[in-house]
């Protein structure tokens, strides 16, 4: 099972040394390939006030110290085609925040790469119509077929986190789980599906008690893998922190989703 774990952006060297002390026994896990996550910069906050991350340099060589400290696989997002080479040198996988799902000329630049990419779909995607933004990378990979065996093989990702229902509030169709898995392996990202976009007077709102029952009900769907924004201290994060858990409740929803795949064989 693919596990995405880590704090919403970079806040300091020490924050990120702390948070991946504490997901340490998951690397070991033989049931779990996980990727250490964190931004470097948050670029689509709400207010030009919000925290964005140390940026592109200092936050690219904080999440190299980890990888090497810690020997995580790294997966970190990236904002313009400027970015791609840079982050490729220390990136294991490269995602593609939601915003961005259509952005060709990023998509095309990622695929150029190598690396695994996880691509987001966004808040206001059909979930059928994201094998077109697959289509790009696999395109530039070369291929022609678009399904979950060629995406796969490519380690290419799809990661469902909500959809937008009215103003300021999300709602996960799980209908696009299976849509979505007949093209590419998906990704289900609890964290981000409980998230009130613009709820916080200027940043945005959420609410993580509804976490783990929305990542109960993925496991149980089927899906290849889940992606959990964590952090020691959530209440004081400077980003995300309404949605995010902490390394412990991350711990005691997997034995639950491990449970849930061993009853019902997805």
């Known amino acids: 099972m693919i596990l995405i774990a880590g704090p919403c952006v970079i806040e300091s060297k020490?924050?990120?040394?702390?948070i991946a002390g504490e997901l340490r026994e998951l690397r070991k896990s033989k049931e779990i390939d996980f990727y250490f996550k964190a931004s470097f910069d948050k670029a689509n906050?709400?207010?030009l006030e919000s925290y964005r991350g140390p940026g592109l340099e200092a936050g690219l060589q904080m999440l190299a110290d980890i990888k090497e400290l810690f020997g995580y696989k790294i997966l970190t997002?990236?904002?313009e085609t400027s970015q791609v080479e840079?982050?490729?040198q220390v990136a294991d996988a490269i995602q593609i925040p939601a915003f961005l799902c259509r952005q060709t000329d990023l998509l095309v630049a990622v695929a150029k790469t190598g690396k695994r990419i996880n691509i987001k779909k966004g808040q206001f995607m059909n979930p059928a119509d994201m094998r077109y933004?697959?289509?790009k990378v696999l395109k530039t990979q070369g291929e022609e077929i678009v399904d979950y065996e060629t995406s796969k093989r490519r380690g290419v990702w799809l990661t469902e986190r909500g959809t937008f229902f009215g103003y300021g509030d999300l709602v996960v169709d799980y209908r696009s789980l299976p849509i979505m898995r007949r093209f590419a392996p998906v990704i289900f990202d609890a964290t981000h599906s409980v998230q009130k976009p613009g709820g916080a007077n200027g940043k945005s709102g959420g609410n993580r008690e509804?976490?783990?029952?929305?990542?109960l009900a993925a496991a149980s769907v089927g899906v290849d893998g889940f992606f959990f924004e964590v952090h020691h201290d959530p209440d004081n994060a400077l980003?995300?922190?309404?949605n995010m858990i902490t390394p412990e409740k991350l711990k005691a929803i997997l034995e639950k989703i491990f449970a849930i795949k061993e009853t019902?064989?997805?």
């Open 210 to 215: 509804f976490v783990e029952p929305l990542a």
């Open 77 to 79: 997002d990236v904002h």
């Open 264 to 266: 019902l064989g997805v």
């Open 239 to 242: 980003s995300d922190g309404p």
């Open 86 to 88: 840079a982050v490729a």
């Open 45 to 47: 906050r709400t207010s």
């Open 133 to 135: 933004s697959l289509y």
């Open 14 to 18: 020490e924050q990120l040394e702390i």
